[in-house]
């Protein structure tokens, strides 16, 4: 490790000032260098400290319920979340600016900038989300007797593919984490495969399936419709599913629609849209029912999750662009089966999942998009075996927050 270093040293010192160059002429600056680095202002968070590590939105996502069960059930202890990107960090810091008592960048795996982190940072436990594995940090943990964990670990198959390709190096860089809690039985199978201590690689399911239920009641009136939501849409989505509507509603007459922009402001544009329709359409903030209207637009903030209850199936937005798409299982946990676009990197290890029932399906086009809920629309046995599907993916895989903070309960 100690050559590991020095090369590593070496290679960073060459590469960062070439590579900040390219990034100005590009138009694209380097975020949190300073950070990452350990160049940042010492935060003083005493001797109770619980590290945790995201690299972007999808792990930052991942991580939310268990950082806020982490601060119930540890109260003593100061909560810092880092992450390894700019739009992890703006995701960090939407969500857990009232829980997280520091926010920051993860250091670059080289001695002096984890020292640097380390020495002021100074975190009891050390967890970090899914599988990024940094020889240095590891290796410093070890040294400075910091308990660390991967969790919510899984690896695909083409880094499976490189990793087996250095099994000896990264044998030793394993053996420094206390221990690896994977997703899956075959994520486990990997890490041992290239060089996990099988006796501290265990299965702990998948974080981001513990969502809970709103058991807030929906006044809006289903009066026997059957009702579509577009959740979090973004610009263009709203013609797509409005159109795909339009032709569907020739078909099944009794099918509604609520539509919910991911960004409020987008509200009025939406009504230009509706109005070219033809049909009948109103706002939540109107008070607005299915009973006289067709389409409904969800124009207030923070309602979304619970009406997910009131749907019979949902397409989630952000996903034919190149945002990534939203989280399905908001969906999913009311057993209503939920549709996506092809964007979907936010939730790659969700759809995978899923992808192996009825319960969630990804389309590449609109087209698709039509064809897909015809047959929820047309075919009951296919609709309820989805519905059913839905049921089964949460009962197999929740658990995982609760495994994590049992283990934080044996380190502190």
């Not at 087996?164 to 053996?175: D, G, I, N, T, Y």
């Not at 994977?182 to 981001?208: F, W, Y």
């Not at 609109?366 to 047959?375: G, I, K, V, W």
Request: net charge positive.
């Amino acid at each position: 490790m100690f050559i590991y270093g020095i090369l590593s040293t070496l290679l960073f010192s060459i590469l960062l000032p070439v590579y900040y160059i390219v990034r100005v002429f590009n138009g694209k600056f380097l975020y949190g260098w300073r950070e990452k680095l350990g160049f940042f202002r010492h935060p003083h968070l005493g001797k109770k400290v619980i590290m945790y590590h995201g690299v972007s939105v999808g792990e930052i996502i991942a991580l939310e319920n268990l950082i806020k069960k982490t601060k119930e059930t540890f109260p003593d202890y100061k909560i810092v979340v880092t992450t390894g990107t700019k739009t992890g960090q703006e995701t960090a810091k939407k969500k857990f600016s009232d829980i997280a008592d520091y926010i920051t960048y993860f250091p670059f795996d080289i001695p002096s900038c984890v020292y640097r982190f380390l020495r002021k940072i100074n975190p009891n436990v050390v967890l970090i989300a899914e599988t990024e594995i940094w020889p240095i940090f590891a290796d410093y943990c070890k040294k400075r007797n910091i308990p660390l964990f991967t969790i919510n670990g899984r690896m695909s198959d083409s880094t499976y593919k490189l990793y087996r390709l250095f099994k000896r190096f990264f044998k030793h860089v394993l053996a420094n984490y206390t221990e690896i809690l994977t997703q899956s039985n075959e994520d486990r199978e990997k890490l041992i495969s290239i060089g996990a201590p099988e006796e501290c690689t265990h299965v702990m399911k998948n974080l981001k399936f513990d969502v809970k239920k709103s058991d807030e009641i929906v006044p809006i009136d289903k009066n026997g419709k059957r009702i579509i939501i577009a959740g979090s849409t973004h610009k263009g989505e709203d013609k797509i599913i409005t159109d795909i509507f339009l032709k569907l509603k020739k078909e099944f007459p009794d099918i509604k629609l609520l539509i919910a922009p991911r960004h409020i402001q987008r509200v009025p544009q939406i009504k230009e849209l509706l109005k070219k329709t033809g049909l009948p359409f109103g706002t939540r903030s109107n008070n607005d029912k299915f009973k006289e209207k067709d389409i409904l637009i969800l124009d207030t903030i923070g309602e979304l999750s619970k009406m997910y209850s009131i749907c019979d199936f949902a397409f989630i937005g952000g996903s034919f662009n190149k945002t990534g798409g939203h989280n399905p299982l908001e969906a999913i946990v009311y057993s209503k089966p939920a549709i996506s676009g092809p964007s979907i990197h936010n939730f790659r290890d969700i759809y995978c999942i899923l992808g192996k029932t009825n319960a969630g399906k990804v389309v590449k086009t609109p087209h698709e998009l039509e064809d897909y809920m015809r047959l929820l629309l047309s075919d009951n046995k296919f609709y309820n075996q989805a519905c059913q599907d839905c049921e089964t993916v949460f009962r197999d895989q929740q658990g995982a927050l609760n495994v994590v903070i049992e283990r934080l309960k044996q380190i502190l």
